[in-house]
T-cell receptor
Framework: KQEVTQIPAALSVPEGENLVLNCSFT??????LQWFRQDPGKGLTSLLL?????REQTSGRLNASLDKSSGRSTLYIAASQPGDSATYLC????????????FGKGTKLSVIP | DAGVIQSPRHEVTEMGQEVTLRCKPI?????LFWYRQTMMRGLELLIY????????DSGMPEDRFSAKMPNASFSTLKIQPSEPRDSAVYFC???????????FGQGTRLTVV
């Protein structure tokens, strides 16, 4: 059974700092890995999806990497802004049929002005 | 497209009452998911539909929970009778095909008193 872990649970950084959010998974037989952002009281917004055959994906100030062999993914945020404050969740797609999204508990990011 | 649309956004009901949550997936998406989010357990998959057919309902916690997808543009999640421990945020998500990028609705916050 796939398990996804995100450490730390919370992170506070000053504005302008580059930061890395971590995600680890136990079953390397994933189909893809997706990063989401969740604002308080809101739904999940898809940020990046990395296929298992890819090493990284970039979107603006965001860069996500995937290392299946070590069971890790990272989300790099460049030049953080207060508007980046949110909870970031990663989810691995795996299992028979590859439809099951298994989520981590998320990292709550606070960017301090 | 307006994205995945869920209604209602908030629902407060008394224990024992029937609750129906509704979801309109993104047009053209053939995969639909219902998830439940709680502080303790995070996001958990309840049921997955592909082309309107339930494929995996192993995450449905009890027989009190049921879900239907009568057509490609509408799905419901019903709880009857509701209990206080059902209080959570329920999300609907859809994707173009299985294991492609998943898009989430804004969620329904259910409170059972």
């Amino acid at each position: 059974k796939q398990e996804v872990t995100q450490i730390p649970a919370a992170l506070s950084v000053p504005e302008g700092e580059n930061l890395v959010l971590n995600c680890s998974f136990t079953d390397s037989a994933i189909y893809n890995l997706q990063w989401f952002r969740q604002d308080p009281g809101k739904g999940l917004t898809s940020l990046l999806l990395i296929q298992s055959s890819q090493r990284e994906q970039t979107s603006g100030r965001l860069n996500a990497s995937l290392d299946k062999s070590s069971g890790r993914s990272t989300l790099y945020i460049a030049a953080s802004q207060p508007g980046d404050s949110a909870t970031y969740l990663c989810a691995a797609t795996s299992g028979a049929g590859s439809y099951q999204l298994t989520f981590g508990k998320g990292t709550k990011l606070s960017v301090i002005p | 497209d307006a994205g995945v649309i869920q209604s209602p956004r908030h629902e407060v009901t008394e224990m024992g009452q029937e609750v129906t949550l509704r979801c309109k997936p993104i047009s053209g998406h053939n995969s639909l998911f219902w998830y439940r989010q709680t502080m303790m357990r995070g996001l958990e998959l309840l049921i997955y539909f592909n082309n309107n057919v339930p494929i995996d309902d192993s995450g449905m916690p009890e027989d009190r929970f049921s879900a239907k997808m009568p057509n490609a543009s509408f799905s419901t999640l019903k709880i009857q009778p509701s209990e206080p421990r059902d209080s959570a945020v329920y999300f609907c998500a859809s994707s173009l095909q299985v294991n492609t990028e998943a898009f989430f609705g804004q969620g329904t916050r259910l409170t059972v008193v």
